[in-house]
C-alpha cells in the first residue's frame, strides 16, 4: 500500500490530514440487536454483545471487532486489523494497547505490529485502558465491577473493586457477585447483573483515578491509597469516556445527548448538546474540534433509516464532517495517530475487510 509520507503535504482543499484510530467492537451490530431484543421478548435477560444465552455463546466469534485507521481530511479507510470485540485504546508514541469486551485480554502493538497480550483472572469486559507507564495500564474491567492498574506482564500494580467501597448493589437492588479468589474471565454477567459497570477510568494524578460509572450515572475520583470514592459529578444518564483535554478533561454524558468539558480544578466550563442516540465516546482533535462516536440505541431493532455515525462538530455541536458508516459496525472509542504512526500501521497492516457501507458527507 502507498507510503503515506506523499499524503503529509497540504491536500486540494489547504488542509493537512488527520490520522484517527477507531476500535470496531462488533461487524454485526444491527443482526446482534435484532437477537437481543428477541431474547428480551422471550424473557431472556442479555446484555449487548456478552455471551450469556447458548445463543450468543455459540456465534460469538462471529462478532467480529477491528481496530480502523482513517484519514479523516481525505475521507478514506487506509487500513484495518481484526481484534476480536476491540475495545478501549490507548496510543502513546508507537505503542497501542486495545482490549476486548469479548476476550478478557488486552493487545500490545508496536508499529502495527502485536508484541504481547495481557490477561488477568480479574478481567471481565473490559471498556477502556489508560497508559500509566511504558510498561503498565489502567483498565476498566465492567463486568467485575473493577478498576486496575497492570504491568505488561499481568501484575497488579493497584486495584479497586467497587464493592469493596460502598458500589456493591445492581441496579435491581440485589447484590452483585464479588469474589477475589474468582476467576471472572469465564463469567458471562449482563450489564444488568453489574454494580457499577464502570465504563472509563484514567489517572487524575499519580494519586488519583477519574472514572465514569454507567449504573449510577457519575463521575467519580478515587484516592489510591485509601480508595475513598468521590462524586465529582453527578445527574449524568450512563456516561462513557472521560479523556485528557487540554485545560482539563471532557466526557460524553451518552443518553443526556450532551459533551461535558471540564477544567483542571474538575469543574464543568462547557456542554455542548449534541442529539445522538447513543453517543458513545468523543474526542478533542489536534485541530481544536470534537469527534464523536454515534451508535443506534442499543435496545432498539435496527431501522432503514438509523446507522452508526462518527461526526466532526465545532464547539457549537455543528457538524463539520461525517461518515455514516451503517449499522453493524459497532464504535467503541477513537485516538488520533501522528503521520509517522499512521505510515507503520498502514505497512504493517493492509486494508483488511470491506467498508463499503461507509458513506462520507
Known amino acids: 500500500m502507498e507510503a503515506l509520507s506523499a499524503r503529509c503535504e497540504l491536500n486540494v482543499d489547504g488542509l493537512l490530514p488527520m490520522f484517527v484510530l477507531i476500535s470496531i467492537s462488533s461487524e454485526v451490530f444491527g443482526r446482534m440487536m435484532s437477537m437481543r431484543v428477541m431474547l428480551r421478548r422471550l424473557g431472556i435477560g442479555t446484555s449487548a454483545s456478552r455471551e450469556v444465552s447458548d445463543a450468543l455463546r455459540l456465534v460469538r466469534d462471529s462478532f467480529g471487532g477491528k481496530l480502523v485507521l482513517i484519514d479523516w481530511t481525505r475521507g478514506e479507510v487506509l487500513a484495518a486489523k481484526s481484534i476480536l470485540g476491540a475495545s478501549g485504546l490507548a496510543v502513546h508514541e508507537r505503542t497501542i494497547v486495545a482490549s476486548s469486551w469479548i476476550e478478557p485480554e488486552v493487545y500490545i502493538l508496536k508499529n502495527g505490529e502485536r508484541i504481547g497480550a495481557m490477561t488477568h483472572r480479574w478481567l471481565n469486559y473490559v471498556h477502556s485502558a489508560d497508559l500509566t ?40 437492588g440485589l447484590k452483585a457477585f464479588f469474589d477475589r479468589d474468582a476467576d471472572y474471565r469465564a463469567m458471562g454477567t449482563s450489564t444488568a447483573e453489574q454494580a457499577m459497570h464502570v465504563s472509563s477510568a484514567i489517572l487524575l494524578t499519580n494519586n488519583t483515578v477519574l472514572a465514569t460509572l454507567f449504573h449510577q450515572g457519575v463521575l467519580i475520583s478515587i484516592d489510591r491509597e485509601s480508595g475513598t470514592p468521590l462524586i465529582v459529578l453527578d445527574g449524568l444518564s450512563r456516561p462513557h469516556g472521560v479523556h485528557r483535554r487540554n485545560g482539563g478533561f471532557l466526557l460524553s454524558d451518552t443518553l443526556g445527548h450532551r459533551i461535558i468539558l471540564l477544567n483542571h480544578d474538575l469543574q464543568v466550563c462547557r456542554e455542548i448538546p449534541f442529539g445522538s442516540q447513543w453517543l458513545q465516546d468523543t474526542i478533542v482533535t489536534s485541530k481544536g474540534t470534537y469527534l464523536t462516536l454515534e451508535n443506534v440505541h442499543i435496545n432498539q431493532l435496527p431501522e432503514p433509516d438509523l446507522r452508526n455515525r462518527i461526526t466532526e462538530i465545532d464547539e457549537q455541536g455543528r457538524q463539520l464532517r461525517a461518515v455514516d458508516i451503517g449499522v453493524d459496525f459497532r464504535l467503541f472509542t477513537a485516538r488520533e495517530v501522528d503521520d509517522a504512526h499512521a505510515d507503520a500501521l498502514v505497512r504493517a497492516w493492509g486494508k483488511l475487510g470491506s467498508f463499503s457501507t461507509w458513506r462520507w458527507e
Open 133 to 172: 507507564s511504558p510498561h503498565s495500564m489502567l483498565v476498566a474491567s465492567a463486568g467485575s465491577d473493577l478498576i486496575a492498574e497492570l504491568s505488561f506482564d499481568g501484575e497488579v500494580l493497584w486495584e479497586w473493586f467497587g464493592p469493596e467501597h460502598g458500589y456493591g448493589i445492581r441496579p435491581d
